[in-house]
């Protein structure tokens, strides 16, 4: 008896159907948790948001992650810089040159004895849900972090130094314990006293995600939040400074970088960030995007083990004792050509290193004049080398005080390309002046406890400097290095230079803005002479944006800077939508919607399908009753 | 497994019609309770392990969780130690060993260190993106895969079967990572004629409303990624199945159907198929179980929200809490689903029930 193939296929078709419906049922309602919690909150300020038809969105790619979005528990860089648009901080940094400028607060002084600080908060500012700003909504803010470890997860280091806060009228005044220069760069996102009291009580788990709208203060307010897709942020209409000229800003999170790149030639991001040189080469010329090359915030270094030590200066690790000499140390720099790190591994994009705070930063940077500068000179380090008696054998290598061949371990990191090719080069040019090297790359894991542990020779090192360096300086004082052998530890590199220390102190306590520039560009001069942390190079920050969606928008600092990672909420607050585009034909015609276009390819796609599938259907069907019928035969 | 390559049973072994000796057979119960209990309490041994393993392997990862979380940030010593004592890693191996089990004891995988947020609340969050995605491409790569090794097998060496293997090995030794990215340039971006069809990335745009909106939305964000892992996968199902088939073409019981004058399909569905079965479903239960587990390259150029990104993520601090529970959550999907398979050989051939 034949088998009724059809309605067999028609079943298993079905059941196939059903069984992926089911699939995605709870998928979709997973997602649809987030609108769930909106419609129940208190305002409809959302959906009347929403509802508004010719609202203009930045849609923004990033593919950093968010760890918590608690302003007391985050740590990674996107939650920082999203904390930034939902509250004001005390005080903000110039778009233009970084210098310290009004936020909640309108002035300050200081006492003369430099201990006590006055800020005086802004009248009239409201919180979203309609509250007024107040000096205690600060003083409450600090006081938390100082009497609460979970509170102190994030910044609990910019109040480590506060002996009291409290409240005077409109006046938030700080006691310090001893002074300190930082007080303009207080990064500490004041949050709603109201809204936050109910939440002391788990405040180490409490992550902010509970319920939308956010209530803030900044210029935009945190309005929906699924973890890995997307965060949405509406303007606020109130914001002090003006309200921002999008009305949606969308964080999309992408996993790989070239996908980012892709969606961004498609129109379905508005703005990409951290290229590479390559990404940034493919998008440069293509039609209604505008490339951004920014002098970087970051430096990137080769850190000389100077031989481990504790606080109390107890020697542990294996670090090569040659390392120890300055003069090797020097001798070393002399043989790493830093040009040709720049236009090779970087492409082109990023300056040569000089001072360990980046140029970007014009109060604080300080290059070496010519003199002294490490250019490349393979001829003096074979000098200093042989000055410092480390003899080249017969094979043209040299031999160590121990009598073994001279020869360091270069330790790199993995998800960091730079190091690996900056390892390649740097092992030939130590074997041109006689000194032998192996390479570690390793992932930030192992690289921190070997790091740890003071178990390298030379490491590549990272990091980012803030508008005010205080931090990065700190890191490279005798009093970060580890309680005990082997021991994590707050600190870098296990430097310990009295000369150093001193000056950090100084500059901590000097109120003055240009004496203290002086005192940390003398600390620069000491890392540079000392060559433990050498500054390689300083990398660009590539970008790109759709030219058709956003109009114009602030960079940070002017004229060379970044839309992204600025101090400070710039360029989302200042973008404006772009009004028209060009046509082909040089006319204007009013910015089409995007999606629009790409739901019409959707369709088309669609049928085109189904057709397909319909049509090969038929085709196999056809072909399989033939055969039947010829083997009945 | 000894029950992956089933010789041919005597000649009229599947009946269409059952004899006398099937008859009796089929009285006993299908599943023997000894055979249900053997494998249960095996699965619950192996549960076991996994949960006593999944701490030490763990601690095994290089890296100082306290150190990578704070990495780049400000912070002084005290607080690095205030870390490590609300994460607990300041006490010895032994206590916190001792902590782990009695808090899975009572069903509790903890928190998350970088997430601050509890762990089986993290995973509940993103398993129904990894199911939905690695579900519906499994279900397809068999379907898919067993269809066409069952007519690649039964016309072996035809031109056919030789440029379906050959299609499905070369998608197979495809990167993924470099087939996503193709399938994002093409259907997403759009080349050519075609147009841009498809998302770039994720599992659903903000701001859709309504239930068919929601749904569309879905089904638009699915379709590259689970074809990539589709494309990338079937091809071990259709090898499978083909080789397990090619054993049975020659046996003699089919000669025999043919002979009684089966049609063609008849014999190959209900003779010969049913015989070569057992190292497929294997094969299915197995992929299900992992498919819990994601597909991290296919979840990472898609920026697909599953549970395979997750892990990634958790490996580099290390997020100890947050692995371990992800460990003794992917092995006990792997661990049911092996069961279930084994429950269900008993059912798909007799012969199980006898060994």
Redesign the interface.
Known sequence: MPTPTPRRRLLALTAALAGAAALSAPAASAAGRADAVRTGAPSSYIQQAHAAAGDKTLTVATNGSIDSLSPFLAQRALPTAVHRLMYDFLTNYDPKDDHAVDALATKWTTSPDKLTWTFTIRDGMKWSDGQPVTADDVAWTYNLMMTNDDAATANGNFVANFAKVAVDGNNVVITLKQAQSTMLALDIPVVPKHVWESHVADIGKFNNDAQFPVVGDGPFILTGYQKDQYLTLDANPNYWRGKPGFDHLVFKFYKDADAEVEALKKGEVDFVYGLTPAQYDSLKGQSNITTNKAPGKRFYALAVNPGATTKDGQAFGDGNPALQDQQVRQALMYAIDTKTLVSKTLGGYGTVGGGYIPPIFGTYHWDPDSASAYSYNPDKANQMLDAAGYKKGSDGMRTGKDGKPLSFRILGETNRPDDTQNAAYLTEWLKAVGIGATTTIVDQGKLGDTETAGTFDLAFDSWTVNPDPDYVLSIQQCDMRPKAAGKSFAGDDFICDKDYDALYQKQITEYDPAARADDVKQMEQKLYSDAYINVLYYANALEAYRSDVIGSWDKQPQPEGAYWGQDGYWAFWSAKPAGTTTAADGSTVPAAKKSDSSNTGLVIGIVAVVIVVLGGGAFLLRKRRSTTAEERE | MSISSPAPLDAVAPPPVPGPAAAVRRRGPVIPPRYVAGRVAGAAVSMLAVVFTGFFLFRI????P???????????????A???H?FGIDKPLVSQFADYVSRVARGDLG?SY????SVSGLIG??V??T??LV??AT?IAA?LGLKIGVRSAWKHGSRSDRANTGLALVLWSMPTFWLG?IM??V????VGPI?????????????V?GLFP??WD???H?VLPCLTLVAVVYAQYLLTMRATLLEEVGADYLTTARAKGL????VR?KHAVPNAMLPAVTLVFLNLGTAVSGSILT?????W?GLG??FY?AL???DLPLLEGLFIFFSAAVILMNLLAELLYPILDPRVRTT
């Not at chain 2, 306290?66 to 400000?74: I, K, Y």
């Not at chain 2, 970088?114 to 947020?117: G, L, P, S």
């Not at chain 2, 147009?195 to 701001?207: N, Q, R």
């Open positions: 990862v290089p890296g100082d306290v150190r990578a979380m704070t990495r780049g940030r400000p912070i002084d010593a005290d607080q690095l205030a870390l490590r609300q928190t970088q997430y601050k947020t969050g993103h129904w993106a199911v939905y579900g519906t279900v379907f990215l994002i340039v259907f997403s971006v759009g147009p841009g069809m498809f998302p770039t990335g994720g599992m659903t745009d903000p701001d409303h929601v749904v879905h089904f638009r699915l049609r063609d399909d008849d569905r979840e990472t150029i898609f920026s929200p990104s997750l993520e580099t601090v290390p």
